[in-house]
């Protein structure tokens, strides 16, 4: 069964940090290009960071550039998404996703993905 788990969300203060996961089982993650999505109550779904499975290319929205970092275990079949200094409005569900093709979509809000996570929560706030 193919399967996507997110983990790591919660609750934090701006200015903190929170790192998600996304466990890949039934498929080996190697070979597909992996999203990260973010969806607010009454927000359009929106694509914040991608990674390609062809020389781990990176890609990210420029709401969270030079703030977020994704990256790739291969060997744990697993994707990471490093958030830092966060602001109150990323606030939101994350979710991950993979695609097939390999390679990351030129537009964030391309929503055609094979596979994808049941989310987990971030909540900014003082």
């Known amino acids: 069964q193919v399967q996507l788990v997110e983990s790591g969300g919660g609750l934090v203060q701006p200015g903190g940090s929170l790192r998600l996961s996304c466990a890949a089982s039934?498929?080996?993650?190697?070979?597909?290009?992996i999203g990260w999505f973010r969806q607010a109550p009454g927000k359009e779904r929106e694509r914040v960071s991608c990674?390609?499975?062809?020389?781990?290319?990176?890609h990210y929205a420029d709401s969270v550039k030079g703030r977020f970092t994704i990256s790739r275990d291969n060997a744990k079949n697993t994707v990471y998404l490093q958030m830092n200094s966060l602001k109150p409005e990323d606030t939101a569900v994350y979710y991950c996703?993979?695609?097939?093709?390999?390679?990351?979509?030129?537009?964030?809000?391309?929503?055609?993905?094979?596979?994808w996570g049941k989310g987990t929560l971030v909540t900014v706030s003082s």
């Open positions: 996703a993979a695609d097939t093709i390999g390679l990351c979509s030129t537009s964030n809000y391309y929503y055609g993905m094979d596979y």
């Open positions: 039934g498929f080996t993650l190697d070979y597909y290009a």
């Open positions: 990674i390609s499975s062809s020389d781990s290319n990176t």
